[in-house]
T-cell receptor, first 116, second 111 residues
Framework: AQSVTQLGSHVSVSEGALVLLRCNYS??????LFWYVQYPNQGLQLLLK??????LVKGINGFEAEFKKSETSFHLTKPSAHMSDAAEYFC??????????????FGSGTRLLVRP | DAGVTQSPTHLIKTRGQQVTLRCSPI?????VSWYQQVLGQGPQFIFQ???????GRGNFPDRFSARQFPNYSSELNVNALLLGDSALYLC??????????FGEGSRLTVL
């Protein structure tokens, strides 16, 4: 069964510093991987997705993620943090089930804090 | 274009009561999924509906049920509420690329 592990429940960076949020996955088939962001009291917004095309995926708001099969990782990065990036970030892997249903399996999330 | 809309946004119930949450998908999306997000955790899959038929069910008790209507909107029902049902309930609609678009959720508090 697929699963996702996000290392670090909280990450704190200074404004302008590199953002690195870690995600490792477990999947018996080539995975589809996603990063979502959740601002306080809001739903989830899709940042980017990997669907077996380019291993370096660019998303919205300057974020990107690199799929590394050898490391089973899909870490999220942004070169320079902005105060508006403060939010909860979720990594997810998709699972197509035997009954043709489709679901996302989410990690436990990483809260990004950006210091002025 | 309107995104996924959910109602109500907040509600408070007492143990043993029943609740109905509603969701309207993005226009043109035929699949709706429901997720439960307990405070401090990632969302957990509850149901998926496609073309008014249940396509999948997560590890939730029979107190949880859902349905999808001909206009692709959906309702999630939870009976005999427990304190542990307090959570943010997220609805998502899926496009043809398999991307899920989430609503802002219905926050349920059970007292």
């Amino acid at each position: 069964a697929q699963s996702v592990t996000q290392l670090g429940s909280h990450v704190s960076v200074s404004e302008g510093a590199l953002v690195l949020l870690r995600c490792n996955y477990s999947s018996s088939v080539p995975p589809y991987l996603f990063w979502y962001v959740q601002y306080p009291n809001q739903g989830l917004q899709l940042l980017l997705k990997y669907t077996s095309a380019a291993t370096l995926v660019k998303g919205i708001n300057g974020f990107e993620a690199e799929f590394k099969k050898s490391e089973t990782s899909f870490h999220l990065t942004k070169p320079s943090a902005h105060m508006s990036d403060a939010a909860e970030y979720f990594c997810a892997v998709s699972e197509m089930r035997m009954d043709s249903s489709y679901k996302l399996i989410f990690g436990s999330g990483t809260r990004l804090l950006v210091r002025p | 274009d309107a995104g996924v809309t959910q109602s109500p946004t907040h509600l408070i119930k007492t143990r043993g009561q029943q609740v109905t949450l509603r969701c309207s998908p993005i226009s043109g999306h035929k699949s709706v999924s429901w997720y439960q997000q307990v405070l401090g955790q990632g969302p957990q899959f509850i149901f998926q509906y496609y073309e008014k038929e249940e396509r999948g069910r997560g590890n939730f008790p029979d107190r949880f049920s859902a349905r999808q209507f001909p206009n692709y909107s959906s309702e999630l029902n939870v009976n005999a509420l427990l304190l542990g049902d307090s959570a943010l309930y997220l609805c998502a609609s899926t496009n043809t690329l398999g991307e899920l678009f989430f609503g802002e959720g219905s926050r349920l508090t059970v007292l």
